[in-house]
């Protein structure tokens, strides 16, 4: 499989490289050149599968030509053993035709464990390969940080530079990152806010003369690997409810439009989806595209769902080029435009993307209320960033005979104080494998607002 850039200018890659590029050097995000497509007859022999089985299946295509299979099996397999569900994704009812897909049974709670944990071992892999090691460099306002850690801890390969705003994670997700050890992992808590960091990061990838020669890798939402991995669940929760022959329709709170571009590739891969629902909080640019075809960067809210606090969607993007008719001279100068100015795009384009997706934004105050809803409904408690997924289910669902599947994406225990909020005595406790978080030594070094700080203490790590 070939990797091709949205904006249309940069080299086709391949697996392996697209796995350590990030960004493509025309500024767009790779996507694969075609799709592989499953037959009716092909994903009913799926159906028996377990996960990892199924993700080895359903990715197969993906990393073909790069990872032999018995070795893509093994990586696959270690992968999925890392969590503490034996169904890795279990589905869970909450009425009739209702559902949730549990994606927080991975080690940091959390869906991006299900892309991080495969891509740390996937770049393990293509490194101790090419005998090469690398830097990893992330900024974090939340679950990020700590998936992101815990995916590469054990690459010897690979030093892991996580920066954070000081004082702006909350305690658990700070916790989460600075009590792993090991002397390949260093966080960084930047005397700044979450957008600090990220221009910290991204000015350090556009000059990596610091680092001497030693390559700089991203591990954020725009890696393809990621998206590739989050595919999988769709079709393991679609025929575990029925598909091929039946439709399903799936809620997903989204911030980056990872998640959910996940989902429509599912879609375009044979999964019978009848629908995706774009989930947000009050940073709603999403849905205001969808409703109104306006893409209007407005400022960053701080919200109880912090996960999806984001200004612009990131992932947006790999959608506009397949709405363009995969043509990145079109994408490139709408991307450029977007930079100074609100756009709208053709009514035909923006009419094709309504056919398949709906969109609700949800305030605090509706989140916390779903909290507590659905608490006296099921006893279950959910997280945030699920419970905006659960409203946005119910406001926009169309059809009772189809499954509503709502991804949850976070464990409620990751955030306390918006449990706490909803009036919920019974307080979600930490599973078992992380029962002493609050007890573990926390390592990170305090850095000033300041680039060269964050890399002249990268340079005293790398070379000691
Ligand atoms: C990252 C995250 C999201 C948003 O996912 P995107 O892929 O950015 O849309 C939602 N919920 C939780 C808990 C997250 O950590």
Redesign the pocket.
């Known amino acids: 499989m070939k990797y091709i850039s949205t904006r249309g200018k940069a080299p086709a890659l391949s697996f392996e490289e697209v796995l350590l590029a990030g960004l493509a050097s025309d500024g767009g995000l790779y996507v694969p050149e075609f799709m592989p497509r499953f037959t009716p007859e092909q994903m009913n022999a799926l159906r028996t599968l377990s996960y990892d089985q199924l993700a080895i299946e359903i990715m197969y295509p993906f990393v073909e030509g790069c990872v032999p299979r018995g070795d893509f099996t093994d990586i696959v397999e270690d992968t999925y053993d890392s969590f503490a569900h034996v169904a890795v994704a279990p589905l869970k009812q909450l009425a009739a035709n209702e559902w949730t897909l549990e994606l927080f049974h991975g080690p940091t709670l ?3 464990d299900f892309a991080l944990q495969l891509l740390g071992r996937l770049v393990n892999y293509v490194l101790e390969k090419r005998q090469q090691r690398v830097a990893i460099l992330g900024a974090t306002s ?3 940080g700590s998936a992101a850690i815990e995916g590469c801890r054990h690459s010897k390969w690979v030093d892991v530079f996580i920066l954070h705003p000081h004082q702006k994670v909350s305690e658990v997700q700070r916790r989460q990152m600075t009590t792993v050890a090991g002397d390949n992992v260093h966080n960084l808590a930047v005397e700044g806010n979450f957008d600090d960091c990220q221009r910290m990061v991204k000015a350090s990838f556009g000059d990596q003369s610091f680092l001497n020669g030693l390559p700089l890798v991203a591990v954020n ?1 725009i890696n393809w690997c990621r998206i590739m991995a989050q595919i999988v669940y769709y079709f393991y929760a679609g025929l575990s409810l029925g598909a091929p022959a039946r439709s399903v329709a799936f809620s997903v ?8 571009y996940a989902g429509y590739l599912a879609r375009n891969m044979g999964l019978p989806i009848s629908r995706l629902i774009i989930a947000t909080n009050r940073n709603d640019i999403l849905h205001r595209f969808l409703s109104q075809n306006l893409y209007h960067m407005a400022p960053l809210a701080h919200t109880i ?1 912090p ?2 606090d984001i200004v612009v969607s990131s ?1 947006f993007e790999r959608l506009l080029f397949d709405l363009h008719g995969r043509d990145g001279a079109q994408v490139a100068a709408l991307m450029e435009k977007m930079n100074h100015e609100d756009v709208s795009i053709e009514p035909y384009r923006w009419n094709f993307a309504r056919e398949l997706f709906d969109s609700c934004a949800v305030s605090d105050e509706m989140t916390l209320a779903t909290i507590k809803q659905i608490y006296e409904e099921t006893g279950e408690v959910l ?1 945030p ?1 699920t419970a905006i997924g659960v409203y946005a289910a119910r406001a926009c669902r169309q059809d009772s005979a189809t499954p509503m599947v709502t991804l949850a ?2 464990h409620a225990a990751k955030f306390p104080e918006a449990i706490e909020k909803a009036g919920l005595e019974q307080r979600a406790g930490l599973p078992k494998h992380l029962a002493d978080l609050y007890e573990r030594d926390e390592r990170f070094t305090v850095v000033p607002n300041d680039v060269k700080a964050v890399q002249s203490f990268m340079q005293k790590q790398l070379n000691p």
Do not use: L, Y
């Open positions: 959390a869906f991006k939340g679950d990020t939402s709170p989204t911030g980056n439009f990872g998640d959910i769902s996960s999806m992932n997280d960033h994406t976070a």
